[in-house]
Each structure stands twice: as C-alpha cells, then as structure tokens.
C-alpha cells in the first residue's frame, strides 16, 4: 500500500519563504513523476511544479521563478521551496507520486500566506 506524506505547512508573513516535503512509501516500483498542486478557498485544485524521475521540472506561470521542485529518488522524497511567497500562494498543496500510470495523492498540508 502506497503511502504519501506532506510536511512543512504553515503560516507565514508575505516575502516569506516555505520549505514543503513529501515522502511516498510502500512501493516496490520506482516513481515516476512527482508533483505538487495546490487548491485554494472556492478554486479548483492546479499543478504547481512537476519533476520527473531524471528531474526535468516544470512550474506554473504563477510560481515560476519564485518556486523549485526537487526531489532524492533514494528516499522517494520531493520538495518543494517556496520563496517571495504572496497571499495569493494561500492554499491546500498537496503532493501527487505516479508509479506505473497509477496516481497516489497525499492528504495536503496547509499554507496561509498572511500578515
């Protein structure tokens, strides 16, 4: 049974930085790709940043430059840092793992960008 974990949610002042973390265990298959998405209050849930196994990454418009995706394949961890957060980044994120074609979602981790 595929578990995957976020970590490193919170509040935080606007300018500020954010470190989330995501462990996906329990399976015998490697990962595939990883990614975070994001759902705010009354929006539907976006892609943020994706990294595939052999870390090519993408980001969305609204974070590019701002956020970086990495990820420890050894550990079957992906991270997330968010800098010059904005209130507007306020929202669920949650960390999705494929392996296989089959998707495994996290619980998501809350982050308030507010002062």
């Known amino acids: 049974q595929v578990q995957v974990v976020e970590s490193g949610g919170g509040l935080v002042q606007p300018g500020g930085s954010l470190r989330l973390s995501c462990v996906a265990s329990g399976s015998s298959r490697s990962i595939d790709a990883m990614a975070w998405y994001r759902q705010g209050p009354g929006e539907q849930r976006e892609r943020v940043a994706v990294i595939t196994y052999g870390g090519v990454t993408d980001y969305s418009d609204s974070v590019k430059g701002r956020f970086r995706i990495s990820r420890n394949n050894a550990k079957d961890t992906v991270y997330l840092q968010m800098n010059a957060l904005k209130p507007e980044d306020t929202a669920v994120y949650y960390c999705?793992?494929?392996?296989?074609?089959?998707?495994?979602w996290g619980q998501g981790t809350q982050v308030t960008v507010s002062s």
């Open positions: 999705l793992a494929v392996i296989s074609s089959d998707d495994y």
